[in-house]
């Protein structure tokens, strides 16, 4: 007989912990949750009354806490009390690749999760049930029920006892609630058919059971890297072709097309953008090197370190692309830079395109000024490891003075930001970035004026209308349009 789960602990209040748990309070009122994390400033924003103030931006995310804090989702530091009173605990932390020692630049830093594993062993009561929620690499879960195991014994408590689970995340961020609520799969992974079945029960309040998938521990680790690897590899795949399209004059928007209309290949991810980027694919992949090459099986692994290769050399190439067409310099020329985050409705920044070629494009000595509608200034600093100074309120003449300079703004309403400005650069495909009215903003820019869409969210013939130089993502007849 499967039990029924009552109290719900999640360690780790982040983009997966946080939004996951949500729906889960929403759909199932009978459990308590209690979601923990050491970082107060974090737990202290996801109590905030004002909901636009939660730590992270996901739509619909707001309406679910406002109905289910305080009634049965409760955010706290109180590791110890949640993971006592909790019968599963779900961990959701961070496991970034590794900067350091064995495995650095390829395997998972498993530092807090095994943290999580000894809290849970030392704080935790009777039966607990734990699930890997957080992506990890293949076989983590016998190194959490390693330290659960071995802790119990020492502590010479036989009635402690655990069962590991893993149900791997798939939401993707910004649209994490619908993702959520309406999941392709729901993956169960383990050996002790109660627990199991526990989670499952969860789970059907809310998904059909045909959409429950129960696997073997490892089958539902390593389906969750491989999802994300085949999904980051669509994506180089089509990078790729675009470069091809730009020096023969095709257009990757139409191959696209062309090609997602074979039903074995299917329409989604097949667009071509500035380079994939994010929490997961990156991480996931390289974990998949790292166990490749750790079972001697080299080919597999370079064939998926391309994959990630590819993806850098289409980050850096974009750069170069600007460079060339300003002339070969950027030196003291400001340059707008429409987006920041990896991808448009979340202000997540992590792998995102934008850090890369921001930095190149300041390395080479232009000024930027950085627009996006969700990422802040500090967070900018952070990525480019470097401090803003305020471009916007220099003379002209100042300007051109400095070199390898950047600074934030919130709104792009006011256009004399792009004053005497050489490019806008679009990064991320917010919608706001869709409506710009571009004939006024031609009129403050330094002639040619260009606009660089890496997201093929511009109407070409608004942005040529208004007397742009346009270059768009795998535009083979991008020359024939231009306007110099
Ligand atoms: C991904 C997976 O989709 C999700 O299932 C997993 O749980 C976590 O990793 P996420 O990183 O949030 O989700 O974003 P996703 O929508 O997958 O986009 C990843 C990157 O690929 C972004 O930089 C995005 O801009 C880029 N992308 C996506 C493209 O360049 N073209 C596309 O067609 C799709
Ligand atoms: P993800 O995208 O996987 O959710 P995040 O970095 O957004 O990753 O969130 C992970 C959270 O886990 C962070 O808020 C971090 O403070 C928290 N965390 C890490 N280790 C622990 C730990 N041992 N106990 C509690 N919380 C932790």
Known sequence: MNFSVKRVCCIGAGYVGGPTMAVMSLKCPDILINIVDVNQERIDAWNSDDLSKLPIFEPGLDDIVKKTRGRNLFFSTRIKESIENADMIFISVNTPTKKKGLGAGKASDLKWVEACAREVAKYSKGDTVVVEKSTLPVRTAEVIQKILYSSARKSGEEIKSFKVLSNPEFLAEGTAINDLLNPDRVLIGGDDEQSMLSLKEIYKEWVPEDKILLTNIWSSELAKLTSNAFLAQRISSINSISA?????????????????????????????????????????????????????????????????????????????????????????????????????????????????????????????????????????????????????????????????????????????????????????????????????????????????????????????????????????????????
């Open 244 to 484: 091809i399209c730009e020096v023969t004059g095709a257009d990757i928007r139409e191959v696209s097309r062309a090609i997602g209309k074979d039903s074995r290949i299917g329409s989604k991810f097949l667009d071509s953008g500035p380079g994939f980027g994010g929490s997961c694919f990156k991480k996931d992949i390289l974990n998949l090197v790292y166990l490749a090459d750790y079972f001697g099986l080299k080919e597999v692994a370079n064939f998926w370190e391309s994959v990630v290769e590819i993806n850098s050399w289409h980050q850096n190439r974009i750069a170069k692309i600007v460079v060339n067409k300003l002339f070969g310099t950027v030196s003291n020329k400001k340059l707008v830079i429409l987006g920041f985050a990896f991808k448009a409705n979340t202000n997540d920044t992590r792998e995102s395109a934008a850090i890369n070629i921001c930095k190149n494009l300041l390395e080479e000595g232009a000024n930027l000024i950085i627009h996006d509608p969700k990422v802040t200034s500090s967070q900018i600093e952070t990525d480019l490891h470097k401090r803003p100074i305020n471009l916007l309120g220099i003379e002209n003449s100042d300007l051109k003075e400095k070199s390898g300079e950047w600074c934030h703004i919130d709104t792009i309403d006011n256009i004399d930001i792009f004053d005497n400005a050489h490019a806008v650069i679009i990064l991320t495909e917010w919608d706001e970035f869709k409506h710009i009215n571009w004939n006024s903003i031609a009129l403050k820019m330094d002639p040619p004026a260009w606009v660089f869409d890496a997201r093929s969210i511009v109407k070409p013939k608004k942005v040529l209308d208004a007397g742009f130089s346009l270059w768009r993502l795998g535009d083979g007849f991008e020359d024939e349009k231009n306007i110099l």
